[in-house]
Nanobody, 127 residues
Framework: QVQLVESGGGLVQPGGSLRVSCAASGFSLDHYVIGWFRQAPGKEREGVSYVSPLATRKYYADSVKGRFTISRDNAKNTVYLQMDSLKADDTAVYYC????????????????????WGQGTQVTVSS
């Protein structure tokens, strides 16, 4: 069974850091791109970051550039999103998604291009 499972969410104070993980089971991530998305209450889903299979290409939303870092460990079948200098506006449910197609700068942030999704992990930034 193909499955993506996010973990690592939680409550953190503004300015703090958190690392969320996306672990795959039932398939190997080696040939898949991974996107991180988030959705806050009352807001549309937003593409946060993207990494190609060998991590040679990465994209970030302007809202997180310089604060978030995406990485992957294919040996562990896991992709990570390191989130630093967190703000209240980063509060959302964070989802990872996989696609077998390479995506360019005009497509990576659009959910329709991804085939498999995780169930999400809640990140709350609050004092």
């Amino acid at each position: 069974q193909v499955q993506l499972v996010e973990s690592g969410g939680g409550l953190v104070q503004p300015g703090g850091s958190l690392r969320v993980s996306c672990a795959a089971s039932g398939f190997s991530l080696d040939h898949y791109v991974i996107g991180w998305f988030r959705q806050a209450p009352g807001k549309e889903r937003e593409g946060v970051s993207y990494v190609s299979p060998l991590a040679t290409r990465k994209y970030y939303a302007d809202s997180v550039k310089g604060r978030f870092t995406i990485s992957r460990d294919n040996a562990k079948n896991t992709v990570y999103l390191q989130m630093d200098s967190l703000k209240a506006d980063d509060t959302a449910v964070y989802y990872c998604a996989a696609s077998s197609k390479l995506l360019d700068g005009t497509k990576w942030y659009r959910g329709i291009y991804y085939d498999n999704w995780g169930q999400g992990t809640q990140v709350t930034v609050s004092s």
